[in-house]
């Protein structure tokens, strides 16, 4: 069976610019959540969304927005790009809030 | 508040021993989860092992077990018989499930095992 799909993997962006990161849940998974990694710290939470509702929102300003399909795939958007958005975005689903989450292999985003 | 400390930043042990990885956490509700995952310089995390607050037994998952101390709040990770494809950054997470089950992280341990 397909883990968590996230695409692109590696991804350059300028300062102000946007960007849109797709995490495609393991099949029959209802939840997805986002987590931003900065380099030598734990994942920090984003967004989690369950059949197509948020759920939960993390510390992060509103230039972060996410979305969930009716196929439970899900978009993280990010505008205004700053120089501290440099991080590995990782994506993970689960059957439900108190299953394991399932991680991808993330989007390492580098802002120039 | 609640939050997740790891206090060994590195750890390093030899190949086919056991080693055990700290982790404390503080929540004041009665019903959470407790995970730890791997992830290796590679970048992805790895599911490992999940403890519920309710469960009166410790998880085991192959090498992996889970040391949970409820009046003590830790839940630390144990490893046992060692190998050099456990060499990677290891982190303690926690869900509460009123919450809708986002996860908390530690800042992680950094484990290398030595041949």
């Known amino acids: 069976d397909a883990g968590v799909t996230q695409s692109p993997t590696h991804l350059i962006k300028t300062r102000g610019q946007h960007v849109t990161l797709r995490c495609s849940p393991i099949?029959?998974?209802?939840?997805v959540s986002w987590y931003q990694q900065v380099l030598g710290q734990g994942p920090q939470f984003i967004f989690q969304?369950?059949?197509?509702?948020?759920?939960g929102r993390g510390n992060f300003p509103d230039r972060f927005s996410a979305r969930q399909f009716p196929n439970y795939s899900s978009e993280l958007n990010v505008n205004a790009l700053l120089l501290g958005d440099s991080a590995l975005y990782l994506c993970?689903?689960?059957?439900?809030?108190?299953?394991?989450?399932?991680f991808g292999d993330g989007t390492r985003l580098s802002i120039l | 508040a609640q939050k997740i400390t790891q206090t060994q930043p590195g750890m390093f042990v030899q190949e086919k021993e056991a080693v055990t990885l700290d982790c404390t956490y503080d929540?004041?509700?009665?019903?959470?989860?407790l995970f730890w995952y791997k992830q290796p310089s590679s970048g992805e995390m790895i599911f490992l092992i999940y403890?519920?607050?309710?469960?009166?037994q410790n998880a085991t998952e192959g090498r992996y077990s889970l040391n949970f101390q409820k009046a003590r709040k830790s839940a630390n990770l144990v490893i046992s018989a060692s190998q050099l494809g456990d060499s990677a950054m290891y982190f303690c997470?926690?869900?509460?499930?009123?919450?809708?089950?986002?996860?908390?992280f530690g800042q992680g341990t950094e484990l290398s095992v030595k041949p």
């Open positions: 993970a689903s689960s059957l439900g809030e108190r299953q394991p989450q399932h």
């Open positions: 099949s029959g998974h209802k939840s």
């Open positions: 969304y369950y059949e197509k509702e948020e759920r």
């Open positions: 929540t004041s509700d009665p019903s959470y989860g």
């Open positions: 403890q519920g607050s309710y469960d009166q």
């Open positions: 997470a926690m869900s509460r499930f009123n919450q809708g089950g986002k996860l908390i």
